[in-house]
Nanobody, 119 residues
Framework: VQLQASGGGLVQPGGSLRLSCTAS????????MGWHRQPPGKQRELVAS???????NYADSVKGRFAISLDGAKNTVYLQMNSLEPEDTAVYYC??????????????WGQGTLVTVSS
């Protein structure tokens, strides 16, 4: 299973970006997709996640500013980021909890996409 993320870049404070991440490969079913981030010099943290049944989870720091959506038919997760702040600067990693054919359940990670919020 491979996860391909895109959409990062440089944006000014108050601006918006949309990240996307698509999973492909030996996928029987995806249970959850989401995003973590790792700010410079800090540990990786959960940003948002969504199950295919619709349950969402957000970090307190992004509630009301970020929105996660999941297209199950395309195995794609999106993260709409609005009102971006310099503190949102980080490498963003997507992940997927995948049930593979003949293998079982496993978590896969994307390669990371850099989001820089700066004037």
């Amino acid at each position: 299973v491979q996860l391909q993320a895109s959409g990062g870049g440089l944006v000014q404070p108050g601006g918006s970006l949309r990240l996307s991440c698509t999973a492909s490969g030996n996928i029987h079913r995806i249970n959850t997709m989401g995003w973590h981030r790792q700010p410079p010099g800090k540990q990786r943290e959960l940003v948002a996640s969504k199950t295919t049944s619709g349950t969402t989870n957000y970090a307190d720091s992004v509630k009301g500013r970020f929105a996660i959506s999941l297209d199950g038919a395309k195995n794609t997760v999106y993260l709409q980021m609005n009102s971006l702040e310099p503190e949102d600067t980080a490498v963003y990693y997507c992940y997927a909890d995948v049930l593979e054919f003949n293998v079982g359940a496993r978590t896969y990670w994307g390669q990371g996409t850099l989001v820089t919020v700066s004037s």
